[in-house]
């Protein structure tokens, strides 16, 4: 058992206006999503339609369904990698109508990916750097001439990715190529790199996809402990059902684009449209 899951209570989740539920920890406080109505249409196939959710400011979320039912897609529509054919998403309150991926990051969105799209050839250090250039700007001058503004910066910037390093005890990698290291370490390398960004909301697409039961009840303690030392929302995607009903608080399931059912992990468990759609439908007689 992960010490995430040693003595944990099931967090307490409290409706809100939007049909939703969320940690009861977050209710005096503004939600930090806002999906209303969101859908996307390529061609004639409706990918994601009418999906509704909100998240709280400090809550786990998970977002689960077979393969193909629209997850990623999700993620694409809230990180503007695709824009909406309809609905509206609210981060923190703003309306994010428009914006660019790069906007949507530095407005408070971060995420990994299925695959993992590290730079393979620069230093785990410098990987986490590059998340760190969304806040530590100097001019091109003060680069250029070397100025002791860029210095201050990149000792800044050394001590920050250390220190965000330091999360999964890999600090001591910091000078090691990112692509040398085992499959699991550039994996956590890949958090690190979003958490770099400073982002309220943390998405991570299957985070746990090639890792052993022991690597993955590291990340488990790990994502807990992200949320409460960051104070932030993350929100995953993931197959191993074994995490996302250990440390998600709210579920949302997906299946064939559309909210098939929503709830706690006891209720997701015991939900027949939800069984159905992982298992089939069971043939009477």
Known sequence: MSRAQEGRKPTKMVPVPSH????ERDIDKSPILECSHLGIDFGGLRAVDDFNLTIGRTEIAGLIGPNGAGKTTVFNLLTKVYQPTRGTILLDGKDTSGKTTVQINRMGIARTFQN?????????????????????????IEGVLRLPSYWKRERSAH???LELLSIFDMQDLANH?????????QRRLEIVRAL????????????????NPSETAEL???????RDTFQIAVMLI???MKLVMGICE????????????KGTPAEIQANPAVIEAYLGKRKEG
Request: glycine fraction near 8%; proline fraction near 5%.
């Open 20 to 23: 939703s539920i969320i940690p």
């Open 116 to 140: 993992i799209r590290l730079f393979s050839n620069l230093s785990v250090e410098d990987n986490v750097k590059i998340g760190l250039h969304n806040q530590e700007r100097y001019s091109a």
């Open 159 to 161: 001590e920050r990715a």
């Open 177 to 185: 190529k990112a692509g040398s290291l085992p499959y699991g370490a």
């Open 196 to 211: 770099a960004t400073n982002p309220s909301l943390l998405l991570l697409d299957e985070p746990a996809a090639g890792m």
């Open 220 to 226: 488990m303690d790990n994502i807990v402990k992200i």
């Open 238 to 240: 993931e197959h191993d």
């Open 250 to 261: 709210g579920i949302c399931v997906l299946n064939f684009g559309q909210i098939i059912a």
